[in-house]
């Protein structure tokens, strides 16, 4: 990307607050009892194929409720849910809430709720179940989805959704919650660089040579300054996708359509959940069609 493109990107990294991709409430994902995974990970595919989803709470199916819910990662169901029945193929959803580009690479690196968040060493994974189960607690998605490369010779489609956490994390824990311009340059290289090395290594040690989408993020109002932010993000998003042969699913465009007849609010459009920044039922939904235009 030019320098300029990428010095307004990073300045408008600060309001990423109010994009998609956040993790579970702090207080009600924590203090549980470990539990291991209701669901084992595949290790062959179906005659149709297999589909790996890989990213943040947005393709986990995420919403905020009651913790005592959360030990059913049946009761979470994101895009890529819809996305696998659509194509009719098995989904292997390795997705985790709070993951961030640097956590989705090393799990001691800080997360926003995967394995870590802010004045803890234990996250999600620590107490609930995800959609499959890791080798190990200490295997990183980024590893866990190399080696399913390795087990499935038929993968037909990868999706990736992730970075919006790396800004929450930087809002949480600095003091001037991200708003120097040293601490947007933070995260953006962090983005650019961690996601830029998340899709050359399916390729290169996943050996995986088929499609791979890159899904973007939503914005919650159109009309508000967040809307920019999230729009700079998606082009730093799109340049690293470009640059490593993957496609984008472009859900800031199409959540931005969808409400354009209630004010361009993805709440009152009842894409997104109020009091939240999570898909509702119908922004999974569109957020499934979102990626089937583009790998369908």
Request: charged share 15%.
């Given at each position: ?20 991709g956040c993790t579970a ?104 179940p995800l959609h499959v ?164």
């Amino acid at each position: 990307m030019r320098r300029a493109v990428t010095g307004r990107l990073l300045m408008g990294l600060s309001a990423v607050v109010l994009l998609a991709g956040c993790t579970a409430d702090s207080d009600s994902a924590s203090g549980s009892t470990p539990s291991s995974s209701a669901a084992a990970a595949p290790t062959s595919a179906t005659e149709s194929g297999s589909y790996l989803a890989l990213g943040d709470s947005v393709p986990f199916g995420f919403r905020a409720g009651l913790s005592t819910d959360y030990h059913d990662p049946n009761g979470f169901v994101g895009y890529p849910e819809l996305v696998g029945k659509d194509l009719g193929v098995e989904l292997i959803n390795a997705a985790c809430p709070g993951e961030t580009t640097a956590s989705f690479l090393d799990t001691t690196a800080p997360s926003n709720g995967c394995e870590n968040r802010p004045g803890s060493d234990t996250g999600f994974r620590d107490s609930f179940p995800l959609h499959v189960a890791y080798d190990s607690p200490d295997q990183p998605q980024m590893a866990y989805a190399v080696e399913t490369l390795r087990r499935n010779n038929d993968v037909r489609l990868i999706t990736v959704q992730i970075g919006a956490n790396d800004g929450f994390l930087c809002q949480s824990t600095t003091a001037d919650h991200c708003q120097s311009p040293a601490e947007f340059q933070a995260v953006g290289q962090a983005v650019q660089t961690n996601l830029g090395k998340i899709l050359s290594t399916l390729r290169s040690d996943g050996h995986y040579d088929g499609r791979i989408v890159v899904v973007n993020y939503y914005a919650l109002d159109y009309s508000s300054p967040a809307a920019s932010a999230s729009s700079l993000l998606n082009g730093l998003i799109g340049g690293v996708a470009a640059a490593n042969g993957a496609m984008v699913a472009d859900s800031f465009t199409a959540f931005q359509k969808a409400a354009a007849g209630s004010g361009g609010n993805a709440v009152t459009a009842g894409l997104a959940l109020p009091n939240d920044v999570h898909p509702s039922d119908k922004g999974q939904r569109l957020l499934a069609d979102t990626v089937e235009s583009v790998a369908g």
